[in-house]
């Protein structure tokens, strides 16, 4: 049931399979550092999403943060005077960029604070959830850098172009109502309800054809970089791969004869 991924003393990530319910389970588990991110960490996230890209029983994965104050604050900032030139810096190993090679669908429970590449991580994950309790900042500016892990491009995507910018220029927090309104988040839930919300929607997910769900995770990424007419296309020729598979098929006869589907990938 449980695979863990080798992590450093003070801290790591956790990796589980529920088989039943076909949905992963990384968790960032630092929660006396507020879930910073070390370079260890980094690559067990790496390994972790490997993991679940390799794994084809993996049909969803759930991404949170230890304990009940943060999801995570992004990279330990103590680790960062530990790379020898401003080149290492540029070519470490990126956690977010992992979380986008993520092929299956993701979904973040915001536990608690989510700034800089914490933001970043949450943002990497397709959809959302946020406790009533979180909070969401892109404080980088006020140390004298601005975040490196996609936080410009998919903050704005998110929440527009003047809330992106009112975040990253000011570099003050907002609270989970206000990441709502700016559609930074797709649903607020009381701390408890929190996972318990996010494993259902995973489940739900996961009880799709998963060739289906994975060709339109594809799709609303390329959807965003492309013009409308190429868009189109591009959603017909998916829409066309997918129809020739046996998970189509099945459907359709489930359909036909009023059961539900069962999907194998194929």
Not at 30 to 49: E, G, I
Not at 195 to 214: G, S
Request: glycine share 8%; proline share 6%.
């Amino acid at each position: 049931m449980t695979t863990p991924v080798p992590a450093e003393s003070d801290g790591r990530v956790r990796f589980e399979v529920d088989r039943e319910a076909r949905i992963a389970m990384i968790t960032l588990d630092r929660p006396a550092k507020l879930n910073a991110v070390t370079p260890t960490m980094a690559r067990d996230l790496v390994s972790a999403v490997e993991a679940c890209n390799g794994d084809d029983e993996v049909r969803a994965v759930v991404l949170t943060g230890a304990g009940d104050r943060a999801f995570s604050v992004g990279s330990d900032i103590r680790a960062l005077d530990g790379y020898a030139t401003p080149w290492d810096f540029r070519n470490r190993i990126d956690y977010c960029d992992a979380l986008r090679r993520l092929r299956k669908p993701s979904l973040a429970a915001i536990n608690g604070y989510a700034l800089g590449g914490g933001l970043e991580t949450a943002l990497s994950c397709d959809i959302r959830l946020s406790a009533s309790t979180a909070s969401f900042g892109a404080p980088e500016v006020k140390l004298g850098w601005i975040g490196g892990g996609g936080m410009s491009a998919f903050l704005a995507r998110a929440a527009g172009p003047s809330n992106a910018a009112q975040m990253l220029m000011t570099g003050d927090p907002i609270d989970a109502e206000q990441a709502l309104r700016w559609h930074l988040v797709s649903e607020v839930l009381p701390p408890d309800g929190l996972l318990p919300r996010a494993r259902e929607l995973a489940t739900t997910i996961a009880a799709r054809a998963p060739i289906a769900v994975e060709t339109a995770k594809i799709n609303l990424r390329a959807a965003t970089s492309m013009s409308e007419d190429q868009a189109l296309e591009y959603e017909r020729d998916l829409q066309t791969i997918c129809f020739a598979t046996a998970d189509a098929a099945e459907g359709r006869r489930a359909f036909a004869e009023r059961r539900p589907p069962s999907f194998r990938r194929r």
